[in-house]
């Protein structure tokens, strides 16, 4: 009965990814900014409504296996095997602004999380912990982000003279869409997490694995659907974005419920998740895109992660 439930949550999450999509671009349009802006925020911020509740559940349940392994394993399953994929359906074409802003940012959030979290190193400790006022600090650097990009947002529009029509059809569709996802994700973890743990796999496996593939299923889904739509920069942005609410925003929020306990495998996750979050940057920065070649090349590096995750 699980199996069943998967696919018809498959099946809605792609039909509300294709709403919230349409609805996202009919927006920007109207409110004369990029796609960029809205994959950034508001697609970043929706699709990730399934990490939001898994974060702050698992907090207060004190689950930190969990917790920490849906976060970055859903950002290495972002970085690598979605954009991968993405390159592989058509050569990603990045913009000047997602890698000296944007993607940059998502570098410092690999680097500040390595630094809060190495408690043994630089805070004298017994143990490596992120504590409440590192959860709030993690909030702060959200919040800076978001406010950033929409400073960016405003500057656009400045230079954009003509809008569309508004259309209510499209609020309907983002809020529509965004229920959907969230809707469908939550059937697909739950039909997920019952099928593993029947199959007695461990916490942090499915944290890492499972959970993390589950809730990203919208960021997939979202990113296919904007690429074969043409909206190339609307799916780099909802990458891009997901990948710093996540420990910035998430982990934060998680933080400031419950201080969250790293543990040695977490922590290597940690120090994986930057390397290969930099070794993307290199792709972009080498010739301002992502081609087939390396898309393949992510692919695998992701497929060799897992094995190591569920070897180790």
């Avoid at 400031?256 to 290597?268: C, L």
């Amino acid at each position: 009965m699980e199996i069943v439930f998967l696919i018809i949550g498959i099946f809605v999450i792609v039909k509300g990814s294709d709403y919230l999509v349409d609805g996202a671009v009919g927006l920007a349009k109207y409110l004369k900014i990029p796609t960029l802006i809205i994959g950034l925020t508001v697609v970043a911020i929706a699709t990730g409504v399934p990490e939001i509740a898994i974060s702050i559940s698992s907090s207060l349940k004190g689950s930190n296996e969990i917790l920490l392994g849906n976060l970055l394993g859903s950002n290495m399953f972002n970085i690598l095997f979605i954009l991968g994929l993405l390159a592989l359906i058509k050569p990603l074409a990045i913009k000047r602004e997602i890698i000296i802003k944007n993607y940059l940012f998502a570098l410092l959030s690999c680097f500040v999380l390595f630094v809060i979290s190495y408690d043994v190193y630089f805070g004298d400790s017994s143990y490596n912990i992120i504590t409440r006022s590192e959860g709030i600090l993690l909030l702060c650097f959200a919040g800076i982000f978001l406010y950033s990009t929409i400073l960016g947002a405003l500057d656009e529009k400045r230079l954009k003279k003509e809008r569309t029509k508004f259309k209510f059809l499209d609020i309907v569709k983002i809020v529509g869409g965004i229920a959907l996802v969230g809707v469908s994700a939550d059937v697909i973890v739950e039909s997920a997490i019952k099928i593993s743990s029947s199959l007695g796999v461990s916490e942090h496996i499915i944290g890492l694995t499972i959970i993390a593939v589950g809730t990203n299923l919208p960021e997939l889904v979202t990113s296919v659907v904007a690429v074969r739509k043409g909206e190339m920069d609307m799916a780099v942005g909802n990458l891009v974005g997901t990948n710093i609410f996540n420990l910035f925003l998430m982990l934060g929020l998680a933080g400031t419920i419950h201080p969250i306990m790293i543990d040695a495998f977490s922590f290597i996750d940690i120090i994986i998740l930057a390397i290969t979050s930099f070794l993307v940057y290199l792709f972009i920065e080498h010739r301002k895109d992502i081609n087939r070649v390396e898309g393949i090349i992510m692919i695998i590096l992701y497929i060799i992660y897992v094995i190591y995750v569920v070897i180790r």
